[in-house]
Structure formats: C-alpha cells, structure tokens
C-alpha cells in the first residue's frame, strides 16, 4: 500500500468535474488513468500533485494524511504535458534544479545529473539549451528531471500526446522499460487506449468524472464491465442478451452456458464481442450463426467485414485475416460464424449509469 | 505594370513615411549642428564650433551628467515600485487582476500637462502629501523639500512614467507560463526560490525594456523638469529648449540635441548587445 485515495473528488462551483473516487495505487507499479477529456483524470493527477485543491475526500501516502503538505514538500516529480523545461536553463541545470534546492553538494549533482541523462540516453546533452533539442529529446530530459529526485512516484500528465506517431511508440516501449527498471511507480495520465493497454500494469477507465472499470490490459480489454468501457477501448460489436432462470446466457444467436464470473441472477444484459474473435471456422463450445456479408473492407493486416446476424439490428464487423491468394465473400452471400462462449464478454445493464 | 514595379512602388510608399517623419526631421537637425549663427542670422556652414562649445564649457557637461543620472535614478525608482506591483498584480487571479492593471495604465490616456498640475498640487507646500505628512505626525510643518527642485523632478517624473514600467513587466510576467512556476514547486522550491531562479530570470528582458523607457522617456522631457524644477532643477532637456527658445541659437541647440539623441541611441544599443548575448 503506498498511495490511497479515499472518496476523493473535485468541484468548481456546481460542477462536479470529479465524483468520489477510491483508489489504490501500489508501489512499484505502472497505473494509467485512461479517459477522453473531461472524465478528471487530470485533476486526480494535479491533486496528487499538489497543484489543484480537493474539494473532498483525503489522499494518503503511507496511511498520512497530505492535505497540509504543499507541491514542494511532496515526494513526487511531474512530467508536465509541455514538459516545462526552464528555458533560461542548461538540460544539466534543469535536471540538477531539484538536487540543488536539496542543497546537495555539486560534484554529488553533477554525478546524479549525469546518471539521470545516461538513462534517458542524452548523456551528452549538459550544455545544450531546451530551445535547441527536439520534442522527443525534451521529453527525454523532464523525464530525467523527474527521475533525479528519486521521488516515490512519478506523475506523468498526457505526456506523449504532443509527440508524432512513430517517435510516441518509441517513446512507450522506453517509458515501459525505464519504469521497470528504476522500480518507480508511475501514474500516467493519456487519452489513448493504445498507450494505456501497451504499458500499463492497471488501467483505470474514467467517464465524465467517475470510474468506470479498473483492471489490467486484458482485463479491461476482455472483460469490459460497462457500456462505456466496451466501446471507448477498442472496437466492439454490442447487443442485448438474457441470462435466464437457468442462469444460462440467450442471445439471439442461441443459449449456452453463462461465461465465467458472470453473475447468474436473472436479467437483462449487454454482451460484446471483438471483431477478431468472432470466427469464420467451426470452434468449441461457440454459438453458430448464419450470417449475411454486406460489405468488406480490406484494411492490409486484416479485413474488416460487416455482417448482418439474424435478430440483431445493428451489424457485427468481424475481423478476419487477409492471405493474399484469399478471395473474400462477396456482399450478399451468407456466411457461418461462430463465436466461442468465453469471448464472449457480459456487459451489465445496470453498470451503466446515467451520468 | 510589372510585379517587380509595383513592389517597388509599395516599397517606396511604405518607406517614405518613416523616412519622412522620422529621419528627414533628425537629418536635417544634424545638419543645422554644423552651422551657426552671426548676428541672429543663421548660416549654413560647416563648423564643429557647436560640439567644442559643448566639451569646453564644463556647465553644460555637467549638466549632461546629471541629467543622465536624474534619467538613471528615475528608472531605477521605477522599476523599484513598478516591479513589485506588476509582480503582485500578476499573482492576483480572475478580473480583479485586469482592472487593477488599466488602473494603473490609465494615467497614459490622460494629457502630459494635467498629470504635472497633479503632482504639483499634491507636492506643494499645501499639497495632499505635506498635509498627509502633517496629519500623521511625521513632520512638524508642511516642508518646501517636494518642489521647484531635483527632488520633485525625481518624484514627479517617476510616477508619471510608471506606466511604462508596469506594462513591460506585467507582460513578461504573463508570458511565462504556469506549468514553469508548478515545475520549480514540483520539484521542491518554495515561492522564494521559485521567484529567484525562475520568475526573476525570466522577467529581465520586460524589466530592462521597463527600465530603457522610462530612461530614454526622461532623458528626453523638458517640460517636468521646467515646471517641478525650480531654479537647480536644471537639466539637458531645458538647456536644449532654451537655445532654441530664448537663446536663439538653434545651431547649437541642434548639436546638443544630436548629443543626447545619439546617447540615448548608444544606450538602447547597448541593452540589444546584451540581450542578444544573453541568448
């Protein structure tokens, strides 16, 4: 247990930008709070920092309590969305800045600072001014920045979102590896679902200033608990089912046996299925289906294919991998799919809140 | 008419209102510093009779000097208040922060002359800051110390340009953005270190630009010193008005007038030096 949030939440006037929220974070892991804008992941993050006040709700480090200790007395270090390097600073002087106001004596900084750039891979940028590095290189040294303090965690808000496509994957896989190196816990802030399932150990999904789901990757991914979760990460085909007296799960493509960990009460749900799950070859223990191909698409890596199932209004998109020689059903022609039980994910009804 | 023609002509009308306004006016001063005046005639000539004047009389170097330090004291004085209030208005939050800022901007909308009648009713021996002295106690009487000296050059000049310092200074200060000052906090600095290392450091550029103003803008006033001035509030300014409008030598008036000018330039040069070596 290191850090605890309890019913912590934020309000401006009669905006409630942030609903009580309960959270764990541990030591030594990577959480992502994960959330289109407006969903307060950012204002979690700055009132941990210590930038914005609660408006409830209490944050503890080690079961302290730290709403009387100011941004400059908690031990953690930012990553700022613009990166904030003081412009009127050498890169060495920006990392060290932290050091120095620890009254640490200089040759100590020199080294620390030096150790600090090595691991962001710019041990030879000291003398160079921000102005005069590249986005991805300034990211490169707040990180450094942060990580010289050696704080127990590091508060990392949007801090990819300014970089191009190719340097932003780039900049995952590193972020990934230095975190586990160093040990330190991160808490990263993004709008991506890509970045938050590619790095996270535990994501926490928000929506208009409430949790959704927390979970890890595959968790989230497979196993989406609301509405909202099943369609803001990845593609998902969505539609109405039944678990019945039996407890068994009736969707319209047939009954079968309620997936794992679902609830057996009787009542309506939603169920999801990844596109890429739904297949076009006979499986166990699946639901088989005849359905109608109105269109495909050919995306390279794979086709997505639109098809219409019997008894269920909106089309699923089945997506099935491409081999060159493959000559795809042409729209119009009916095709079995079958969807094995446990791909299948239960949405309950009543997680999804009304905001 | 071709492209390049009417560049050219665009170019030519859009030089010819500076060139006209601007350098003609200072040509033409430059000029009239060679010649001289024989028997309340002026004559073209080129003499260098009007700078020796200038460097041989020891009164008017003198005052020079002097007037270089009143326009050095008066920018410092400026930037010692103007500092301090445009970094507290720039602390503030929300409208409050604005209107206090036109507040202090506003004396700019209002003519020269009634900002100088205003500072001499509130210096004079009857004035609101004798009376305010008296009414608590600091001084005895009312004191003559306020006016018709350097003393009240000094005051009044300082708080009629204030303006000019506030506003640079304000504007550097919004220009550095928030994320910096949370960065310094995040990373251990209380306010106090914060504002050394990092607010400080970024306002120069707006401070000094505050500072040369109000610097050039004195050097160049003649009026203040004339009515706050008293007898021994003589500066440059003065003696340069006073060979065009009493002396009647406008030759010489010219040369003095192309000293400051080209001080003035020195001085702003020499500020752009620094900064561009800062960078």
Redesign the interface.
């Given at each position: 247990m290191a850090l605890q949030l309890e019913a912590l939440s934020k309000s401006y006037g009669t905006v409630e930008v942030l609903r009580p929220i309960d959270l764990e974070i541990k030591d030594g892991e990577f959480l992502t709070l994960l959330g289109p804008s407006g969903s307060g992941k950012t204002t979690i993050l700055r009132m941990i920092?210590?930038?914005t006040q609660p408006s409830g709700g209490r944050i503890l480090l080690d079961g302290q309590d730290l709403a009387r200790v100011?941004?400059?007395?908690r031990p953690?270090?930012?990553v700022?969305?613009?990166y904030?390097?003081?412009?009127?600073m050498s890169v060495a002087k920006n990392v060290g800045?932290?050091l120095s106001?620890?009254r640490m004596p200089k040759d100590e900084i020199a080294r620390a600072v030096q150790e600090a750039l090595d691991t962001v891979g710019l041990g030879s940028f000291h003398d160079r001014s921000p102005a005069e590095l590249s986005g991805g290189q300034r990211q490169r040294v707040a990180l450094a920045?942060a990580i010289v303090?050696r704080p127990r965690i590091v508060l990392l808000d949007e801090p990819l979102s300014a970089l191009d496509a190719a340097l932003r994957r780039q900049m995952q896989g590193f972020l990934k590896d230095l975190q586990r190196q160093i040990g330190t816990t991160f808490l990263f802030v993004t709008h991506d679902q890509q970045e938050a399932l590619t790095m996270s150990d535990r994501m926490v999904v928000m929506n208009v200033g409430s949790v959704e789901q927390i979970g890890s990757p595959k968790d989230i991914y497979y196993r989406p608990r609301t509405r909202f979760v099943a369609s803001f990460i990845g593609d998902n085909n969505l539609c109405e089912a039944d678990i019945d007296a039996d407890g068994r799960l009736v969707t319209p493509m047939g009954a079968t046996a309620r997936p794992d960990g679902v609830e057996a009460a009787p009542r309506r749900v939603l169920m999801a299925v990844r596109p890429e799950l739904i297949s076009l070859s006979p499986r166990d223990n699946a639901l088989e289906t005849e359905a109608e191909v109105l269109s495909v698409e050919f995306a390279g890596a794979g086709s997505d294919m639109t098809l219409r199932l019997p008894g269920i209004e909106t089309p699923f998109t089945a997506r099935i991998t491409s081999e060159p020689g493959q000559t795809p059903p042409a729209p119009g022609a009916r095709q079995s799919i079958w969807i094995r039980r446990d791909d299948i994910a239960v949405v309950e009804k009543a997680a999804e809140q009304a905001p | 008419m071709t492209s390049r023609t009417s560049r050219l002509l665009l170019f030519a009308l859009a030089a010819s209102v500076p060139l006209l306004l601007v350098v003609l006016p200072i040509g033409n001063f430059f000029v009239m510093s060679f010649w001289r005046v024989s028997d309340n005639v002026i004559v073209p000539d080129a003499t260098l009779a009007n700078y020796a004047g200038f460097l041989e009389n020891d009164a008017y170097w003198r005052t020079f000097l002097f007037t270089i330090g009143l326009c050095a004291a008066v920018a410092g004085i400026g930037i010692a208040i103007g500092y301090p209030v445009s970094y507290f208005i720039w602390r503030l939050r929300g409208r409050i922060k604005y209107l206090l800022l036109l507040l202090l901007i506003l004396p700019l909308f209002m003519s020269y002359i009634v900002k100088i009648y205003t500072m001499r009713s509130i210096l004079g021996l009857n004035g609101f800051l004798n009376k305010f002295l008296v009414f608590t106690g600091i001084l005895d009487q009312p004191s003559t110390l306020f006016l018709y000296n350097r003393t009240a050059i000094l005051i009044t000049m300082a708080t009629i340009l204030l303006p000019f310092v506030i506003l640079p200074i304000f504007l550097t200060l919004e220009r550095i953005p928030k994320s910096l000052t949370q960065a310094s906090a995040d990373l251990g600095a209380g306010a106090g270190t914060t504002f050394w290392r990092v607010v400080l450091p970024l306002s120069l550029p707006g401070t000094a630009a505050g500072a040369l103003f109000t610097f050039v803008l004195a050097l160049g006033d003649y009026i203040t010193p004339q009515m706050v001035g008293g007898p021994n509030g003589f500066t440059f300014g003065r003696v340069i008005w006073s060979q065009f409008g009493l002396a009647y030598n406008w030759p010489f008036g010219a040369a003095l007038a192309v000293i400051m000018f080209l001080f003035a330039l020195a001085v702003i040069g020499l500020a752009a030096f620094m900064a561009a070596r800062q960078r």
């Open positions: 920092g210590g930038f100011p941004t400059n007395k953690f270090n930012t700022f969305q613009d904030a390097l003081f412009p009127h800045y932290g106001i620890r920045r303090c | -």
